[in-house]
């Protein structure tokens, strides 16, 4: 009898326990699942794989308007423009052509627009060399002085390709100097960086670690 | 059979010591009944387990096995699901590795800015779980004058990059062709494959997690939930091993986007890049981009060489 006794206790106890398990479960009393910290989307702008810029050559093939590359429609065929120089050997930028930031080479050397317009023809390019280039065909002028770079780019080191790795699959598209660097001023612009891992503390913002971290 | 031929003139009292007469029979079974039926409410949470695994990939073989007509169920089985759970049909294909392909990846230190985009261009490209987060590649964020690790820093947020007196470093799957990974999986889940890429077959994979122990790039990225990729970014160009949804409970890194690569296009982070410095191809290939940058350039980095891991992934500099 003590055994049998026994027997039902566990049981009963076994009994009360699933019960209370089940009520537990059934109730949802621990929540679940845990609630996700909410991480709004990334905004598709960082995942664009357009270039830095637009060069004169894309907005041709893109059939964009292309009229402010169109010199003789404001400039006198006859008369070559005149520079002007303020007394710190800076260029004057004509008030017509004010989106100009001049920027090209350290202390601003590179600042004399003939240095790569024609200016007998201004809507060609010119090397220092004498050669004659197309608006759209910049990169042998870009080439003529920065001969490693352009050495680099050639190869594929330097610059953008973007397509096909295999040229026999498909074809690949090397970017030109001008789709990256503004011929003014050519240093790559500083941009926005997309958003970093979420670092997942509540209240926490990657801003507040970041400084946190300093 | 005894009673049937000696049928008792009355009752015979219970024999001492046997438990069993008509009440102690009813109590016990009425307990047990609501025993099992509590029991059975207990097991409650394996209620959502129930769609985490079919039969069918239960029962699946492994991949180096499976014949080409088995391997057509297998995509056959794992469109359905895509399109039951995402509403989009997707283009899921097995792409073998191409004959005398070696992938290297080269990265250039003197022009990345820091922006991220390959970061997110990785989790559209790869179907990647938004919440929780899950990113192959990490941007580490490293004072000049130095590329100790330790003093990296990924959280980063500055209005404008790059920023004054730092460079970054994006750190993803190394590619290694010595791999920690592959070494340690107890069921050979991740193997390295012919144009060096090293892959997870995400239905062999039991999720023992020893891989991220072993890799030392923290390269390897498990699914604690099931990922959740919002129905309108689901890319549905997928490949078995690469992109195509993973389960809760599995491992995941970078493949060099193989469903990419393998049809000769350039991976996503490399397209997205804005300023050229990501450089991929095939290093048999004596003119190709990453070949030559090993012949031509003059620094580079396989981060923590010294652990003989040997990565495809080269950094360097432009000298």
């Known amino acids: ?214 | 059979m005894a009673g049937e031929t000696n049928p008792p003139s009355s009752l015979p009292e219970p024999p001492p010591g046997a438990g069993l007469n008509r009440r102690s029979f009813l109590r016990n079974s009425a307990v047990l009944a609501s025993g099992l039926a509590a029991l059975a409410a207990s097991l409650a949470p394996l209620r959502d387990l129930k769609d985490s695994t079919s039969m069918e990939q239960f029962l699946q073989k492994y991949y180096k096995e499976l014949t080409p007509a088995e391997m057509e169920k297998v995509l056959e089985r794992i469109a359905r699901e895509v399109e039951r759970e995402y509403g989009i049909r997707p283009h899921l294909r097995d792409v073998k590795p191409l004959d005398g392909v070696q992938f290297v990846y080269a990265l250039n230190l003197t022009r990345c800015i820091g922006c991220r985009k390959c970061v997110h261009a990785c989790v559209a490209e790869n179907n990647l779980s938004r919440n929780p987060e899950i990113q192959y590649i990490r941007v580490l964020r490293l004072p000049h004058g130095s590329l100790d690790v330790e003093k990296a820093e990924h959280n980063y947020a500055p209005d404008q990059v790059p920023e004054k007196g730092y460079f970054y470093m994006p750190v993803q799957c190394q590619q290694c062709e010595n791999p920690p990974c592959v070494k340690v999986c107890p069921v050979h889940a991740t193997w390295q494959e012919a144009d060096g890429i090293t892959v997870i077959d995400y239905d062999w994979c039991i999720g023992c997690r020893y891989c991220t122990a072993a890799c030392p790039y923290w390269a390897r990225h498990f699914n604690f939930t099931k990922p959740s990729i919002p129905k309108d970014r689901l890319n549905p160009e997928m490949a078995y091993l690469s992109n195509r949804p993973r389960r809760q409970g599995v491992m995941e890194k970078c493949h060099f986007c193989l469903q990419r690569t393998r049809a000769g296009r350039y991976p996503a982070c490399l397209e997205v890049c804005p300023t050229g410095a990501r450089k991929f191809g095939n290093v048999l290939d004596p003119d190709s981009e990453v070949a030559q940058i090993l012949k031509r350039k003059r620094v580079f980095i396989q981060l923590k060489e010294d652990l003989g891991t040997s990565p495809r992934f080269f950094y360097y500099f432009d000298v």
């Open chain 1, 1 to 214: 009898m003590n055994g049998e006794s026994r027997t039902s206790t566990i049981l009963t106890l076994l009994g009360i326990s699933f019960c209370l398990l089940a009520t537990a479960f059934l109730r949802n009393v621990w929540g679940r699942p845990v609630p996700l910290t909410p991480i709004s989307l990334v905004s598709p702008e960082f995942t664009n794989t357009a270039t830095a810029r637009l060069s004169y050559a894309e907005r041709i093939r893109m059939k964009d308007d292309v009229s402010l590359f169109d010199c003789y429609g404001c400039h006198d065929r006859k008369k070559p423009p005149v520079l002007r120089f303020d007394t710190n050997q800076n260029l004057i930028i004509p008030t017509e052509h004010e989106d100009l930031v001049m920027g090209h080479g350290t202390h601003n050397r590179n600042n004399n627009c003939f240095n790569c317009h024609n200016e007998a023809n201004l809507e060609l390019l010119q090397t220092r060399d004498g050669r004659e280039l197309k608006l759209s065909e910049s990169t042998p002028l870009c080439g003529s002085c920065h001969g490693p770079t352009y050495r680099d780019w050639e190869a594929g080191l330097h610059g953008r390709t973007s397509g096909y790795w295999d040229r026999q699959a498909g074809p690949s598209d090397r970017k030109d100097c001008v789709s990256c660097h503004n011929p003014h001023h050519p240093k790559f612009p500083t941009r926005q960086p997309a958003p970093g891992p979420n670092p997942l503390r509540p209240g926490a913002n990657p801003a507040q670690v970041h400084a946190k971290a300093h």
